[in-house]
């Protein structure tokens, strides 16, 4: 299983960025999925979670701004991220869980390297 991210990089305050998280490796499912986010010394957050059931959760500090999106045909999902905030600044991360069943708790084992989102004027 091999996840990689892409899409980062500097951007101002009200720019926009869209990252990508290329998989390979599994089987790829529409469910079970995240993006996450850490800022050196602090605790990492969950920025938004696809869940079995299909349902999404987003960050209260993303709401609004940030939109999950994935292509299957491409084993890629993505991030738009619109209105950024210097408070974005963090390696963003997306995790699978690659063995995905029906019912069950998802189970994030599976992450990129990170790609890096600085937001600053």
């Known amino acids: 299983v091999q996840l990689v991210e892409s899409g980062g990089g500097l951007v101002q305050p009200g720019g926009s960025l869209r990252l990508s998280c290329a998989t390979s490796?599994?089987?790829?499912?529409?469910?079970?999925m995240a993006w996450f986010r850490q800022v050196p010394g602090k605790t990492r957050q969950e920025v938004v979670y696809i869940d079995n059931d299909g349902s999404t959760r987003y960050a209260d500090f993303v709401k609004g701004r940030f939109t999950i999106s994935q292509d299957i045909r491409k084993s890629t999902l993505y991030l738009q991220m619109d209105n950024l905030e210097p408070e974005d600044t963090a390696m963003y991360y997306c995790?699978?869980?690659?063995?995905?069943?029906?019912?069950?708790?998802?189970?994030?084992?599976?992450w990129g390297q990170g790609t890096q989102v600085t937001v600053s004027s």
């Open positions: 995790a699978v869980d690659p063995k995905v069943v029906p019912g069950t708790v998802c189970v994030l084992n599976y």
């Open positions: 490796g599994y089987k790829y499912s529409s469910v079970c």
